[in-house]
């Protein structure tokens, strides 16, 4: 057989047939689903007297509305104020209850942000197909899962089907090698790699990220980098399965038991791209040369180093792309030719999808302990993705860390990422934020987001700009308070 | 989902590449578990000139006349011209329900976002993908002429512009068909229910640790 990359395998192992066209069954293994975009598809099966197909192959928890505040929280769902939030909550609540569908609903333990949620419950494996209403389920490729971020009818048709309707996609890897520098993270290699091939540049594309960095990398680095593959237009983002794999998932409440444990490993063990596999195309990164990135536009392709400039729409020949730097330097209330280093925070948030794990939390907190939010930083806030990555940070003490220096300690949820709930920016506000989307309006009216790493939003936090975390964490620090 | 046949209609230019879905429908209005009413916060922070909120009355607000689809000689528009990468970034199919309870029926543009054409068609949406240079095009052609109509004709795959000439595209037959035809989807996988089975069967046999009863 020739050979086959892992986006290949993966896709074969789950065509249940194919159309003339192109057009492909599917099957899924895996639905997760939240409240902002499975409302409709229940209804629409109740409407068409349909049922799921395999209720356990659906995990649900909320996550997009819910309030982030301790005293919100306390009361439950009962408790949050906006009504609009509320009814959509209540309705997944509801909508799990009626199926039979498993739900990690506002205040369970293992409530959290659905990306962080599925992987660290295992209900992400490797082999599997992952489907969930929602853009970043990119995420859970980092476990060589082949997964689709879809829309609510594909949503109700994976419930009614088990399948999905799907084209094959092209091959792309993005290859990274050699070692990243002191500092530098999973997210500065996404970064630069949607700076490098653009906000379409993966569109149609399956990637595959390989290399010895990305190999370097934790399973939370990992998901970092496959999560923000959509920034690049490519739905499906993916990492071959290794030791890093099996070991995170050992033991975790999905994770295959005693003798199927070792079945499914050896199985996994084929979950890489073979030698010579073709690929329709190849970028490659020098790890070494990628420094800590900021994104200073609208859109996630719009990143320069933090030692660079914000570009001069002037030097730009296309038209089209003149004016699209033009307007988001109107919109983002910036200068052209000015310092990155220059740039003002009112707001920090660390926490979404992207970077809201336990070692995201860690590397924040390495760089704030023992020093102060600057004092013209109106709100600094670390949002943890899950009650589980809560709890562990809390045991590990990260948490009084970052209330010592001036930091909100929050609930688990998407939060400011997207301010569907109370958490959002200001007009005109600048926000150095670990989420994806720097996109106008993203979090809140007329707010401003920088996209930076959790070390560096701890930094600017602190600095009250940006700074190199490089430079920063040989800066002197007051001792730490007992 | 109506049935797409042939569509002639108004065509309103939206100069500007990666408009995302955040931009097409904002976060607020994701709250609604309802798919209809989302026609009045299209482009909502492009549209009005204040902050729009889920439930209000829109025909009171201030609008922003700059806007493309503010100019009377755009009003009801129901083709909707587009930049490269047109609906990128979250999945929400709030989206194609705000374009399509606004009016429009068709996209043009030089490419699109994944998700969203997914999204596009099981709304009965039509997205046409033109080269760059056609687009272009086109653009100029709109912005000259107060009026200008595009006569959209899925059956035969032409684009036909007022001076009567044909511009062809392509559309997958699985698509093309649903939108003929009105389909839901569903309705046409369940067909295949026992080759789903068998495939089942024999995947949790493979691999019976993704199966939790097992």
């Excluded at chain 2, 032409?158 to 044909?166: A, F, H, K, L, Y």
Aim: hydrophobic share 40%; net charge negative; aromatic share 8%.
């Amino acid at each position: 057989m020739a050979a086959q990359t892992l986006y290949d395998k993966l896709w074969q192992a789950h065509l249940v047939s194919t159309r003339d066209d192109g057009t492909s069954l599917l099957y899924i293994d895996r639905q997760l689903l939240h409240e902002v975009t499975s409302p409709q598809a229940f209804e629409g099966l109740r409407l068409a007297g349909r049922t799921p197909w395999r209720l356990d192959a659906n995990l649900a928890t909320a996550d997009h509305n819910v309030p982030t505040t301790s005293l919100e929280r306390s009361e439950g769902v009962d408790g949050i104020k906006d009504n609009v939030s509320r009814i959509q909550v209540m309705t997944l609540d509801d909508n799990c209850q009626s199926f039979g569908i498993e739900l990690y609903s506002i205040n369970d333990l293992r409530q959290g942000i659905v990306h962080v949620v599925g992987p660290e419950q295992g209900a992400t494996l490797p082999g599997m197909t992952v489907v969930c209403g929602d853009s970043h389920t990119s995420t859970h490729g980092a476990f060589a899962a082949l997964s689709h971020g879809i829309g609510t009818s594909e949503v109700e048709h994976v419930m009614a089907t088990q399948c999905l309707l799907q084209r094959k996609m092209k091959n792309m890897q993005v290859r990274v090698e050699g070692e990243l520098g002191r500092g530098v993270t999973a997210k500065d290699i996404v970064l630069a790699v949607i700076g490098k091939i653009g906000t379409a540049g993966g569109t149609g594309y399956a990637i595959e990220f390989a290399g010895s960095a990305i190999r370097d990398l934790s399973m939370e680095g990992r998901m970092t980098i496959c999560n923000m593959s959509i920034e690049a237009g490519a739905r499906v983002g993916l990492v071959a399965a290794d030791e890093t794999t099996f070991d995170y998932i050992r033991n975790r409440p999905f994770a295959p038991r005693a003798e199927q444990w070792d079945a499914a490993v050896a199985y996994w063990r084929n979950l890489v791209s073979d030698e010579g596999a073709h690929f329709d195309k190849i970028v490659e990164l020098d790890a070494a040369e990628i420094e800590p990135q900021v994104t200073w536009g609208t859109s996630p392709e719009m990143v320069a180093g933090v030692h660079d400039s914000v570009p001069d729409p002037a030097q730009e020949s296309d038209a089209t792309k003149r004016r699209g730097i033009e307007r988001a330097l109107e919109y983002m209330g910036l200068e052209a030719n000015q310092a990155i280093t220059d740039i003002k925070l009112d707001c920090v948030f660390i926490g979404s999808c992207t970077n809201s794990r336990i070692e995201d939390l860690r590397e924040a907190a390495k760089v704030a302990q023992g020093r102060r939010v600057a004092s013209s930083v109106k709100l600094a806030m670390v949002v943890p993705g899950s009650g589980l990555v809560k709890k562990q940070a809390e045991k590990e003490g990260l948490d009084r860390i970052f209330k010592e220096a001036g930091f909100e300690w929050r609930e688990p949820g998407c939060s400011m990422c997207l301010a569907m709930n109370a958490d959002k920016l200001g007009a005109g506000e600048h926000c150095a934020s670990t989420s994806n989307r720097n996109f106008e309006g993203r979090q809140g009216y007329g707010g401003r987001t920088h996209l930076v790493s959790p070390a560096m939003a701890a930094a600017a936090a602190i600095a009250g700009h940006f700074v190199d975390v490089r430079d920063f964490d040989q800066a002197p620090r007051a001792a730490v308070s007992a | 989902m109506q049935k797409f046949v042939r569509k002639e209609g108004l065509v309103a230019p939206l100069d500007r590449s990666n408009v995302d879905t955040d931009l097409i429908i904002p976060k607020q209005f994701l709250k609604s578990i309802k798919r209809s009413g989302f026609g009045p916060n299209l482009f909502d922070e492009l549209r009005y000139l204040d902050e729009g909120y889920p439930g209000q009355d829109c025909s009171q607000r201030p609008k922003n006349p700059d806007f493309v689809l503010n100019q009377p000689r755009y009003e009801g528009a129901s083709v909707l011209l587009a930049r490269s990468n047109f609906g990128c970034g979250s999945s929400r199919e709030h989206a194609p329900w705000a374009l399509e309870d606004f009016g429009f029926k068709v996209i043009i543009a030089p490419s699109f976002a994944d998700i969203f054409f997914n999204n596009a068609f099981k709304n009965g949406l039509l997205l046409i993908t033109l080269d760059e240079e056609t687009v272009d095009r086109l653009f100029k052609e709109v912005e000259a002429n107060e009026g200008y109509r595009l006569d959209v004709d899925l059956d035969g795959q032409n684009v036909i512009t007022p001076s009567g000439e044909q511009i062809p595209f392509e559309v997958d037959s699985f698509r093309k068909y649903c939108l003929q035809n009105g389909l839901d989807d569903i309705g046409i996988t369940l067909e295949q229910a026992d080759a789903i089975r068998t495939f089942e069967a024999q995947h949790k046999t493979e691999q019976p640790w993704l199966f939790r009863d097992a």
